[in-house]
């Protein structure tokens, strides 16, 4: 069929399609659903994609391989906005926008019985009870769960209790009850308005919105402590404390204060060519309760406002928890019927929200879209990983670095010592991403006999880099030490030193061909938070954390894991062989050249010890032997 007779066809076709809201389906060569849009007026909706000129790249890929369509003809705009969306997740067409989602998060389920119980499920049931989440990480949802344990005592079973059913006595209490983590609702020790009462304020705080629970606990503190009833006063004191402690590993810095009565879902999104992600923040009354992420798949020329209306269209729809307000980027296509499904849907008044000038909510939005374009870019890095195009990890680094090129040669440096004796150094080296054991170095530190870390790191530095300039060796894409500021500046003293400079910008090393005008890359890597200390940047700026998911975490970590197992190694053996020379010249007869060649031979002081006359005499003769062989187990026998 020609293009002109196909539109023919379809125009005449429109002309029988009715003026009333609904849903329509665009179906190509082969029959197949490629595009699913609604509209308040169908016939005017699908004739104008056929009518127009000016049109989007995006309508005309999409018209172009059109052949004909279907109607459903909706009750309301409304009706037709919850179709489409179920059209979409069921059929997924090519040239929608669709928001991927393999996962089943799970949520806290509330239930609707006289006596509710609490518990993560997976499984939504439209039954009245309430749910809340989704957590996408299972610590979350745990120490939700906990914290409820904790505060309230939620009944664990899953007895049908009903007023009959525990009036009759048909049920028994549990263990809970003796251990006082129940107050045995089932034999009707508790009443239902108290349990409920209970249940309400455990619900508050699950949403994030425990301040009134807190006045209220403290109310009954006093009335404990007024009554002296000092046991019960205790287990309220402690209750508030541990809430308190709860609250603040929620908290945003400055965030509570300046939204504080507020509920928001921040959107950041973050799209290139076919493909996109987009991370939703959610806060709760000052405080930043969870986040979750989606990919998103593209078609192409796919528009702002339009991802950003199916992100909200697909995701609210299987979301039972909606706030006040919703931050977004960009105002969506049909921003107006979404915020009423949306209110509707969440029986409040739902607004959306765009923030211009800097401020809290700008600044929310700008970490919601970081976090869009990390997962974005470790999306494309695992797809390149499985494609073998370029080393993943190394890609990731870069990446998260800033670096200007691919450290494809990596030296990371490391001290050990104990108690500032026999103070060693090590260098590993990686090429293209893993161990290249060959170019392995040790260093003995001989600048000082006491412990110093940062003189121990600013004498193997030097060192090793005036070798590399005197002999002209591969100089390291990156140099990593082991260690934060003070490790750091120790290993740039030294490389000024040799006439190195440090790379302040993101010009490109390689752009200096004089290795002593040479621009370097250096880091710290400090363990007990994992923070980077770049030397790039100003030291007064606060250090770089990479998420502890990220390939480029843990490329660092196994660069100075395998440092630090090479320095501890080298260390061992240097203090073995310095007890056992120690020991042997203590002997009358053996010199430091027989010394070296014992050491040589049996490695370390214990295989010595546990030798026998014949094999100590193979390497020494008899003479010696016997007099190494009598002064070790002459010891035993003391």
Known sequence: MKPDNKTNTIKKKILGVPAKPGCYQFLNDKGKVIYVGKAKNLKNRIASYFNKSDVSPKTTALVSKITDFKVIITDSE????????????????????????????????????????????????????????????????????????????????????????????????????????????CEGYQNELDYNQMVKQAYRVLQGKSEDVLTELTIELNKASDELRFEEAALLRDKILYLNSFNSKQKVEGLSNTLKHQDLDIFGIASEASEGSTTILMVRSGKLIGKRGFDIVLPPGASDDAIIYAILHQYYNSTEELPSEIVLPVEPDDSLLLEKWL????????????????????????????????QLKEKQLQKMKKEGNIPYSLEALRRDLSLPDLPKLIECFDISTLQGTDTVASMVVFKDGKPKRSLYRKFIIKSIDYQDDFESMREV?????????????????????????????????????????????????????????????????????????????????????????????????????????????????????????????????????????????????????????EELQSVVGLHRAKLIYNHFNDKKDD
């Open 78 to 185: 409304m009706e037709a906005l919850i179709l489409e969306n179920n059209l979409i997740k069921e059929l997924k067409p090519r040239y929608n926008i669709n928001l991927k989602d393999d996962k089943s998060f799970p949520y806290i389920r509330i239930t609707k019985e006289p006596f509710p119980r609490i518990f993560s499920t997976r499984k939504i049931i439209r039954d009245g009870s309430k749910y809340i989440g989704p957590f996408t990480e299972a610590k979350s949802l745990k120490s939700a769960l906990r914290t409820v344990n904790r505060l309230f005592k939620i009944r664990s079973c899953s007895l049908n209790l009903t007023t009959l059913s525990i009036s009759s006595g048909k049920h028994k209490i549990c263990l809970d009850y003796h251990i006082k983590k129940c107050d045995g609702p």
């Open 461 to 613: 530095i030097f060192r090793r880099y005036k070798r590399v300039k005197e002999e002209k060796l591969p100089f390291p894409d990156l140099i990593i030490v082991d260690g934060g500021k003070g490790q750091l500046s120790a290993a740039i003293s030294s490389l000024k030193d040799l006439g190195y400079s440090i790379l302040t910008s993101n010009k490109s090393p390689s752009e200096n061909v004089g290795a002593s005008d040479r621009l370097v890359i250096i880091i710290g890597l400090a363990k007990k938070f994992e923070e980077i200390y770049d030397g790039r940047r100003n030291s007064r700026e606060l250090p770089i954390i990479l998420p502890k998911t990220s390939s480029s975490l843990k490329l660092l970590q196994q660069l100075r894991d395998e440092a630090h197992r090479f320095a501890v190694t080298f260390h061992r053996e240097r203090r073995s062989k310095r007890i056992i020379s120690s020991e042997l010249l203590d002997i009358r007869g053996i010199g430091g050249k027989l010394t070296s060649k014992l050491l040589e031979t049996f490695g370390s002081i214990n295989k010595l010890r546990n030798s026998t006359l």
């Open 343 to 374: 209110s509707e849907k969440a029986t409040i008044k739902i607004t959306f929200v765009y923030p211009k000038i800097e401020s809290k909510l700008k600044s929310l939005l700008k970490m919601a879209e970081t976090n869009a374009l990390f």
